[in-house]
């Protein structure tokens, strides 16, 4: 946007391409889609890092087994901690001295470390930055679409209506502030049954087509809720989870091209 003024990569970062994960409110599986893409990304080879947008509200370290506090390098640069494949990431969760201690800031410092995280962060070469935002149109939202280079939003949502008609919102910011939008994920769109693989639309019939007609977006997936997985999940192997979504990959078919 005219006038705002972009973060800078140190030089010891060379990101080529920055997508942000974005909703209108919590609870539809921001994170996981992130990691979920993020994981298939690096399983293809490409170099990956996730940023965890989400200061007061971290849930990617967790995800990914990672229970570390950050350090700093001799360029006085922060290094990101690694997941068992090699994907990078920097979380607020590691920046505490113990990972349930609460981030009780105001406003102007959780933006502000949202920009450290992308300046002052050693990321080193990467494909795929994937930022992992907070759910709404706040303070953290505004100052990443303003701020860091970002070349487009991933809009997830779920099956039901409010949720849907609360995530506009961050679809129509999106679209005020010029960020393209790449299209948009349907989590928890319909139960997989473990046996036979029947699917169960406990939030009834699928919108995302419809949806995404209405609003002038690429349906991008429809991600199923897999109760097999839940375990993985508690035991924070997000990565061998991401191995039985192959739907993800239809997202990131779009971020090759």
């Keep these: 946007m005219p006038g705002i003024e972009r973060v800078v990569a140190n030089d010891e970062t060379k990101i080529k391409h920055c997508y942000a994960i974005v909703s209108g ?15 298939r990304a690096r399983a293809k080879g490409y170099k990956v890092g996730i940023l965890d947008g989400d200061i007061v509200g971290p849930s990617i370290p967790k995800l990914f087994n990672i229970h570390e ?5 001799e360029k006085q640069h922060i290094v990101p901690a690694l997941t068992e494949s090699g994907i990078k990431i920097i979380s607020s969760n590691l920046m505490v001295e113990h990972e349930d201690d609460p981030i009780i800031w105001r406003g102007s410092l959780v933006t502000s470390l949202l920009k450290q995280f992308y300046t002052e962060v050693a990321w080193g070469d990467v494909d795929f930055l994937f930022l992992d935002m907070p759910p709404g149109t706040s303070d953290v939202t505004l100052t990443a679409f303003q701020s860091i280079p970002i070349d487009g939003v991933i809009i997830v949502t779920s099956p039901q209506e ?29 139960l997989e049954c473990p046996h036979c693989k029947e699917k169960i639309n406990l939030y009834g019939k699928s919108k995302l087509e419809e949806y995404a007609k209405e609003n002038e977006l690429t349906p991008l997936c ?3 809720l897999r109760p097999d997985m839940s375990e993985l999940l508690d035991s924070e192997k997000v990565e061998e989870v991401a191995k039985h979504f192959d739907e993800i990959d239809k997202v990131l078919e779009v971020l090759e091209k």
């Design 222 to 224: 429809a991600l199923p």
């Design 25 to 39: 409110k919590g609870g539809v599986g921001k994170s996981f889609v992130t990691s979920l893409l993020a994981s």
């Design 162 to 190: 409010l949720v849907s008609l609360i995530v506009k919102k961050a679809i129509k910011m999106a679209k005020m502030m010029n960020i393209p939008i790449i299209g948009i994920v349907e989590n928890m769109s319909y």
């Design 69 to 73: 506090v950050a350090y700093g390098n």
